[in-house]
C-alpha cells in the first residue's frame, strides 16, 4: 500500500529510488589495516574522540537539575574517570601502535576489558561490563562522527538516504556518491545542507518526523521537491506519472540551454549581473556550463567542514588560485570564513564548550576576530591568490564598525607578512561585507562609506529579523521573505549602495527563487548571485522582465503590511495583471 508524507521541500526535483535508511546512532566497527606512518594520526584520532566524549558528558553533567539524585551524578562520574582510564586508553593505543584502525583497536581493548569482568566472582564487579560497554560506545561514536557516510563507499548510488539529520558534510560525500535524494526527521529550509542540497541539485525534504519509522530500508519512495512531499511504494500509476514528471523536468532545464552565455539584459535595457554561489573547486565546473561569469559568493567554510584537518595557509592558496585561474578573469568573491551554528569543524565539534544558542554565539567574523591566528592564514592565502586574477574579500554577519576597524589592521597586517616574504598580491583588493543582520541594514549607509561591495545574504537576514532559528524545522513556518520588515531591510541595503554609488548584490537563497526575481528587480537589485542549478531559470524571467514597470508596482508593495496581500501583489506582478489596483487587506 502507497503512503503519503508531508514534509519541507528544500531541493526542487523528483527523486526516485530505493531507500537507505541511516543510522549514526549505531555505529558498525570497521576493521582495517593502517600503515606505519598513519599510526600517528590514527593515535591523534582515537584521543580526540575520546576527549570529545569526555566534553560531551561533562556538558551533559553541567546540564542535569541540581536535585538530581546522587547515584546518578556518581553515575556520571565513574564513566569520566572510565573514558579516561589509562588501562583502556594505552591499551587502544598499543593495539593502534600494532596497525588496527582506532575502532576496531577500541573494540579489542573493550572485549578485553568485558572478558576480565565477566570472569569476577563479585556480582557487582561484573554488571559493571555494562559501564565500559556504554563508555566505550561513547568513544565509538565520536569516531564515527568522523563519517558514517564516507564509509559507505558506492553502496549509497542511487538511493534515497533517509536520515534523522545530515551534516553539510555528509551532503557533500553523498552528492559524490551519487544519491538520488534523501529525507530528514529534522531540519529547516534554510540550514546549510537545504542550501547545498539545492546548489548541488539533489532532490531533498527536511522535517518529516518519524521518517526512519515510517519508511523500511529497500522501499521504493518518490520525493516531491517542489511539493514537500514524498510517496512511500509508489503503485504503477505514481510511479508513472513522477517519472513523467522528472522527463518534464528535464525538458524544462534542456530549453533554458538556449540562454547559455546570453546577456542577462531586461526588456528596458537593463544589464543585470548574474554570478554563481560555489562551496567547492568543483563547482566551477557546474557554473562555467551554464555562464562564463564570475563568483558572487564562494563559501569558503566548507573546505573547512568536509576536511579531516583544517586547511592550510598553503592548501587555501591552491585552492583560491586554482578557482580564480578556472573564472579566467571573471571576479571571485570569497567569502571568508563563516564557520560555527551549523557549519561546524571536525576540532570543534568534539571540543567546543556547547553554545546555548550558536546563531547569536560566536560565528563567522566574530569567530575570526577572536582566532586572528586563524583569520591571518586565510587572508594571506586569498591575497596570494589575488594576484592572479580578480578576487573581492567578503566579510560574513558584519555588525558593526569596530569589526570593520580590526579587520582593516588584520588586512594591513597580512599585507605587510607576504611584503617580507617578497609575495605578490593585489594591494587593491576589494573588500565588501554580508548584509546578515539586521543591525548590519539599518546601518548600511554607513558601512557602504568604507566598503566597495555590500552583499546581501536573506538566509541569515530573516533567520535575525524574525527571529527564527533556520535549522529548526519547528519555527519554518515563520520563514518569509515577503515579511514587510525584511522587504525594508532589502531595500534600505539597496539605496545604501546606491547612494555611495557602490555594487549591492544578493547571494542569499531569495536571489535563487524565481518567484521574486521580479520584485527584486523592482526593488533596485541589479546583481544576483545564485547556485549554477538556477541561474538560466533566472536570466528566463531577467530578460523577459521591464525595470520601469517593475518598480512602479514594487513602490506600491512596500505600502503593504499583511502577508496575504503582499503575496497577492507578487503572484500579481509575477503574472503582469498590471491593470487591476493593489487592495489593502481590511
Ligand atoms: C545568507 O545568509 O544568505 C548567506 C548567503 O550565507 P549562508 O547561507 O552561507 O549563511
Ligand atoms: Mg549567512
Known amino acids: 500500500m502507497s503512503i503519503m508524507l508531508n514534509g519541507i521541500g528544500v531541493s526542487r526535483g523528483i527523486g526516485i529510488g530505493n531507500v537507505y535508511v541511516l543510522y549514526r546512532e549505531q555505529p558498525e566497527v570497521q576493521e582495517y589495516l593502517i600503515t606505519e606512518d598513519d599510526v600517528e594520526s590514527e593515535v591523534q584520532r582515537y584521543i580526540r574522540a575520546k576527549l570529545s566524549a569526555l566534553t560531551e558528558l561533562s556538558a551533559i553533567k553541567k546540564r542535569i537539575d541540581s536535585d538530581t539524585p546522587d547515584e546518578i551524578l556518581a553515575f556520571i562520574d565513574t564513566h569520566l574517570l572510565m573514558i579516561d582510564d589509562p588501562v583502556l586508553n594505552t591499551g587502544v593505543i598499543n593495539h593502534i601502535k600494532q596497525l588496527r584502525n582506532a575502532e576496531w583497536a577500541l573494540q579489542i581493548q573493550c572485549d578485553r576489558l568485558i572478558s576480565v569482568f565477566d570472569n569476577m566472582q563479585d556480582e557487582y564487579l561484573r554488571t559493571r561490563q555494562d559501564d565500559i560497554y556504554h563508555v566505550v560506545r561513547s568513544i565509538q561514536l565520536c569516531l564515527g562522527d568522523e563519517n558514517p557516510v564516507h564509509q559507505l563507499g558506492d553502496s549509497l548510488k542511487g538511493k534515497i538516504i533517509v536520515a534523522d539529520d545530515l551534516t553539510p558534510a555528509d551532503t557533500l560525500l553523498m552528492k559524490h556518491q551519487k544519491i538520488a535524494g534523501f529525507i530528514t526527521e529534522y531540519g529547516g529550509p534554510l540550514s546549510h545542507t537545504a542550501i547545498l542540497a539545492r546548489s548541488l541539485g539533489i532532490p531533498a525534504l527536511v522535517g518529516v518526523h518519524k521518517a526512519r519509522q515510517l519508511i523500511n530500508a529497500n522501499e521504493t519512495v518518490i520525493i516531491d521537491g517542489k511539493r514537500g512531499m514524498l510517496i512511500i511504494s509508489p503503485d504503477n500509476k505514481s510511479l508513472k506519472h513522477f517519472k513523467g514528471l522528472r522527463r518534464q523536468e528535464q525538458k524544462k532545464k534542456e530549453d533554458l540551454k538556449r540562454l547559455v552565455n546570453q546577456p542577462a539584459i531586461t526588456k528596458d535595457q537593463h ?316
Open 271 to 586: 544589464h543585470i549581473t548574474l554570478h554563481g554561489n560555489i562551496d567547492r573547486h568543483e563547482d566551477v565546473r557546474s557554473l562555467r556550463k551554464v555562464e562564463e561569469t564570475g563568483v558572487g559568493l564562494y563559501r569558503t567554510e566548507m573546505m573547512f567542514i568536509s576536511a579531516k584537518t583544517p586547511p592550510d595557509e598553503e592548501q587555501q592558496y591552491q585552492e583560491y588560485r586554482k578557482i580564480v585561474k578556472a573564472l579566467k578573469g571573471n571576479p571571485l568573491t570569497i567569502r571568508t570564513l563563516d564557520l560555527g551554528a551549523d557549519k561546524e569543524m571536525k576540532d570543534t565539534q568534539q571540543h567546543g564548550p556547547l553554545a546555548h544558542n550558536p546563531a547569536m554565539g560566536l560565528r563567522a567574523i566574530r569567530r575570526c576576530l577572536k582566532h586572528p591566528e586563524l583569520f591571518l592564514m586565510q587572508l594571506r592565502a586569498i591575497l596570494r591568490a589575488s594576484a592572479f586574477g580578480p578576487i573581492r574579500m567578503m566579510i560574513p554577519m558584519l555588525t558593526n564598525h569596530s569589526e570593520i576597524d580590526q579587520i582593516l589592521v588584520l588586512i594591513k597586517q597580512a599585507k605587510a607578512e607576504l611584503d617580507l616574504k617578497k609575495q605578490a598580491y593585489d594591494d587593491n583588493i576589494p573588500l565588501g561585507a554580508m548584509i546578515e543582520v539586521p543591525a548590519a541594514a539599518l546601518a548600511a549607509e554607513t558601512f557602504a562609506e568604507r566598503l566597495d561591495f555590500l552583499s546581501i545574504g536573506t538566509n541569515d537576514l530573516i533567520q535575525y529579523t524574525l527571529a527564527l532559528d533556520r535549522i529548526d524545522d519547528e519555527v519554518s513556518y515563520l520563514y518569509d521573505p515577503l515579511h514587510p520588515s525584511v522587504l525594508r531591510l532589502i531595500d534600505m541595503t539597496l539605496k545604501a549602495g546606491r547612494n555611495a554609488g557602490i555594487p549591492v548584490s544578493m547571494c542569499g537563497e531569495m536571489a535563487s527563487d524565481a518567484n521574486y526575481t521580479r520584485l527584486l528587480l523592482g526593488l533596485g537589485l541589479r546583481y544576483f548571485s545564485v547556485p549554477a542549478t538556477v541561474l538560466l531559470e533566472i536570466k528566463s524571467i531577467i530578460i523577459e522582465a521591464n525595470i520601469s514597470k517593475l518598480e512602479d508596482e514594487t513602490r506600491q508593495l512596500l505600502k503593504l503590511h499583511h502577508h496575504a496581500d503582499i503575496s497577492l501583489a507578487v503572484e500579481r506582478i509575477n503574472k503582469n495583471q498590471h491593470s487591476a489596483p493593489l487592495k489593502l487587506h481590511a
